[in-house]
Structure formats: structure tokens, C-alpha cells
């Protein structure tokens, strides 16, 4: 991937912000930076991407400065981005699209059953809290948006 890669995901799911606690623990060279889709950061990396914002109400955005990944697209693309054994997971890139996509769809369907107590989700936890900040993606890491804080 061109650039740092921006993990954009829905801050009021607690399934995907369980995912991002997750990727903050396993992401030992702070590879990937994360950004909310509510937020100013996470909706320009939306549009930067050309997709569509109700994008991220279903599936998690992988921008890597030139492109959005969507869907088992994008957790591929984590995967691959990891140490062992994650990095393994690319092999699924040899599977058709359409059932990695079936099985994301199935993962993602359980998200609307999820509440934050759930313990394998909600917010980070207290000793993460520093360390996910520190991954907080800003609006100059947004192509074209270091132009537009400037004026």
C-alpha cells in the first residue's frame, strides 16, 4: 500500500470498535492508523476514497492513500499488513470475492446484536486508551487536506 494505511470504521458499532482494539494489539509496528466515520477525519477519507458515506454503516474502509478497500477487501489487506499468523490470512485472496464477501456479510450481520458491554467489544479498553489516541488519524494524513487546513 502507497502510504500510510487509514482503517475508517463505525465508532458507534461495538463490533467494530472491538476489531480496532484488536488491531491496535496485534499491529505491533503501528502500521495502520484508525478514524471514526462520524468524524470530519473519517468522512474526508471517505469522499477521498469516492465511496459512498453510508459505506461505513456496513463494512470497514481500508484507504491507503489512493484507494478504499471495503469488506474482506480490506480485512485482507490488514491481514497482510500483520506479523505471523495474520499475515497468513492473504491466502484468502485466492478465494472468489463474492464468498469472502458472504462470509464477511455474515460476520457483520452480528454487529446489530452487539452491545457495548459485550466484553469482546465496545471501547478500548483502559490500558489501550493512549495507545489507540496515538493511532487517531488527523486531517493532514487525508490527501488534499493538508491544503485545506492551511486556508
Known sequence: MPGTPIVVFDGECALCNGFV??????DKNAVFKVAGSAGDVGKAIVA???LEGEVVQSTIVV???TRGLTRSDAVLAI????GWPWRALGIGRALPR??????YGAI???RARLGAEDPACGV????LVAQWRSRLATRADVPGESENLAT
Not at 482494539?21 to 496485534?26: G, P, Y
Not at 491481514?79 to 500483520?82: D, H, N, R
Not at 463474492?98 to 462470509?103: N, S
Open 21 to 26: 482494539a484488536w488491531l491496535i494489539r496485534h
Open 124 to 127: 478500548p479498553p483502559a490500558e
Open 63 to 65: 484507504w491507503d492513500g
Open 48 to 50: 477521498a476514497a469516492g
Open 98 to 103: 463474492a464468498w469472502r464477501d458472504a462470509v
Open 79 to 82: 491481514a497482510t499488513k500483520l
Open 108 to 110: 457483520a450481520q452480528r
